[in-house]
């Protein structure tokens, strides 16, 4: 890992590289990624076929609705970390075709800033979600520290895939996304197999949730392995101010335009429901 200091000291730039002659090795690698795309939903598609007759089975109806309800839960922690890794795609995306390695590294070192930030809110959040999760799935006192330890254990899930996604934001936004073909697919099949042997074994909902943070701590360490490899500039590098402040707003921005599209989703959800419900009387 290489650590620069900042050498720029006005905002960053995102100049649009001309476009032309990369036009046939930019189509093909957006016909690779789309590619590795469709693998990937396709081995987690039969994973999930796989394993959830063998984790309904394992926990029982009653316990295997307790984890979908945590995984769900946990989710909502995704609404107060800014989505800095997003942010940073879309800053790899515009800059891929300049030849600045110190300035693709300043902003890996902004979204980490950026994510540091968060990270007191995130664990506040976190807290909190642990706490509520035996009273939102309403499960008898004897579960309530089962249910409690899964929780505590898919919080540090989400932390951990919030630095898993620096390499894989990279990766995308130099459109080398396929650079992973495979191995997503592979890490699938590792993590039901994973959970398969949890059940197996008797560890319970606390074993399926321990799954979950091996899996994503071994995702992060393939997929820096990769970005290292295909990425020649791949690194850390210390930003300036003006750049941390550039990126924070446009985590924030991308962010207040994710929320607007969820609300609006939702909002739409209602609507139809509500005119279901009306043609029914």
Do not use: C
Request: aromatic share 8%; hydrophobic share 50%; charged share 15%.
């Amino acid at each position: 890992m290489r650590t620069e200091a900042a050498s720029a000291t006005g905002a960053p730039s995102f100049p649009v590289p001309a476009s032309g002659s990369h036009t046939p090795a930019l189509t093909r690698r957006a016909s690779l990624n789309a590619l590795q795309a469709l693998l990937d939903y396709g081995a987690k598609l039969i994973v999930t076929f796989v394993v959830t007759p063998i984790l309904v089975a394992g926990l029982g109806r009653s316990l295997y609705g307790v984890w979908e309800m945590l995984a769900r839960l946990i989710g909502y922690m995704s609404a107060s970390d800014a989505r800095p890794m997003e942010a940073l795609r879309l800053v790899i995306a515009t800059r891929q075709g300049l030849k600045d390695p110190a300035g693709h590294r300043r902003a890996v070192g902004s979204a980490l800033i950026v994510w540091t930030f968060f990270f007191p809110l995130v664990v506040a959040v976190g807290v909190l979600l642990v706490w509520l999760a035996p009273i939102v799935t309403k499960v008898t006192a004897e579960l309530r520290p089962t249910v409690r330890v899964a929780a505590v254990l898919l919080v540090g899930t989400f932390l951990i895939t919030g630095l898993a996604t620096v390499p894989e934001s990279v990766l995308r936004g130099m459109n080398l996304g396929y650079k992973r073909m495979g191995l997503q697919a592979g890490l699938s099949v590792v993590g039901g197999a994973l959970t398969v042997g949890a059940i197996y074994l008797g560890l319970g909902l606390i074993g399926v949730a321990g799954v979950q943070v091996v899996l994503s701590a071994l995702t992060g360490l393939m997929f820096w392995y990769v970005a290292k490899r295909y990425v020649s500039w791949f690194g850390i590098a210390r930003p300036t101010v003006t750049e941390i402040r550039s990126f924070f707003g446009l985590s924030i921005w991308n962010y207040a335009g994710t929320l607007v599209t969820h609300w609006l989703a939702l909002s739409r959800g209602k609507l139809g429901h509500a005119r279901v419900g009306g043609r029914a009387r």
